[in-house]
């Protein structure tokens, strides 16, 4: 299965930003390419923020002039890794919270990409013998219940894709049908290839390289049927993506994006509160709620690798906590000194 398609269709930020290197950073991330198997996209986000973190270094201790996106950091050697410490680190932090507007999320990401560069030049490279990152305290992040679209906001969804007011309909529509009923990621669903699909079985390859099997329902295989009828010509060495654009060329990660907006307007709803990871949660969300799905079996169905990333999707609606208690065995008794009145 040939896999790693969707790199040169996400634009992203890190994408646009010209990282420099320094003989660390780039061991690094070949070890974490071919050694650990990490995608190409996790290993951009991993420089960007090594690198911005070390410019930063260089600006504070020697009074750059330069903005921090234009200094030059080739001049970065093991003996600048060995003097970092930890009032450096929280010093990033602070410049990432104060300067440059980052959340806790982004915040985290990045004290992240740096425990995991100083545990390798630790552990690996053998630049220093103390990890200095060991200390780095991630900031804490608000947990809030993920947004996702009810049962009926889905089944309008599905009828403004399902109006065949454009030759792109029936693949427009399977789209919403996949990430709806199979709860699927959009780097997943632009992968798919025709030769991943057996009868109703999908195969993708997830987060961190791991392969999984998805089952198609009834609903994914009828809106399957129907856009293989129509599909188009693939162009040479897209032939067999599953998902192709108006050029014949497997579908980007941006169009994707677009197309999810465009009907998530024509449903009368907002699209600036739904997008494409909205509706991995609906699909979560319906299958827990409606489905009687286990944690565990959903786990498996996400491909999450812990189950404590699943247990978000454990959220209820006020209709169902108030059913839940209702129905305690307990919710008739009354004191008996009420009964003798």
């Not at 090594?50 to 330069?66: D, V």
């Not at 990333?309 to 209709?319: G, Q, R």
């Amino acid at each position: 299965m040939k896999r790693g398609k969707t790199t040169q269709n996400m634009t992203t930020d890190v994408e646009q930003k010209s990282i420099d290197s320094f003989p660390r950073l780039d061991e690094f991330s070949g070890y974490f390419q071919a050694i650990r198997g990490r995608a190409e996209r996790t290993i951009r986000e991993y420089r960007y923020d090594i690198a911005l973190f070390f410019r930063y270094l260089l600006k504070t201790r020697e009074n750059r002039p330069e903005k921090l996106e234009e200094i030059d950091i080739s001049s970065v050697n093991d003996d600048t890794i060995r003097s970092v410490n930890l009032a450096d680190f929280y010093g990033f932090i602070s410049h990432l919270a104060v300067n440059r507007k980052n959340g806790p999320a982004a915040r985290a990401r990045r004290v992240s990409s740096l425990r995991t560069f100083f545990t390798y030049v630790t552990d690996k490279a053998k630049v220093t013998e103390t990890n200095v990152a060991l200390q780095l305290e991630s900031p804490k992040q608000l947990k809030r219940q993920p947004r996702y679209l009810t049962l009926e906001q889905s089944r309008e969804l599905l009828h403004a894709a399902s109006e065949k007011d454009s030759k792109y309909s029936e693949r427009d529509y399977l789209i919403l049908t996949l990430f709806l009923n199979c709860g699927m990621r959009l780097s997943e669903l632009v992968s798919i290839d025709i030769s991943d699909i057996r009868n109703d079985t999908l195969v993708v390859m997830g987060k961190g390289g791991k392969e999984r099997t998805i089952y198609l329902n009834n609903a994914c295989m009828v809106a399957l049927s129907e856009y293989l009828d129509v599909r188009p010509p693939a162009k040479k060495g897209d032939d067999d993506a599953l998902f192709l654009s108006r050029l014949g060329r497997r579908i980007g990660v941006r169009a994707v994006q677009n197309i999810i907006k465009k009907y998530i307007t024509a449903a009368g709803l907002d699209p600036a509160r739904y997008s494409t990871h909205k509706l991995r949660h609906t699909a979560a969300t319906l299958m827990y709620q409606h489905g009687q799905v286990d944690l565990r079996s959903l786990q498996t169905i996400l491909g999450h690798s812990s189950i404590a990333t699943t247990e978000i999707y454990t959220h209820l609606n006020a209709d169902l906590l108030h059913k839940a208690v209702e129905s305690n065995p307990l919710a008739e008794e009354r004191p008996k000194a009420f009964e003798e009145e």
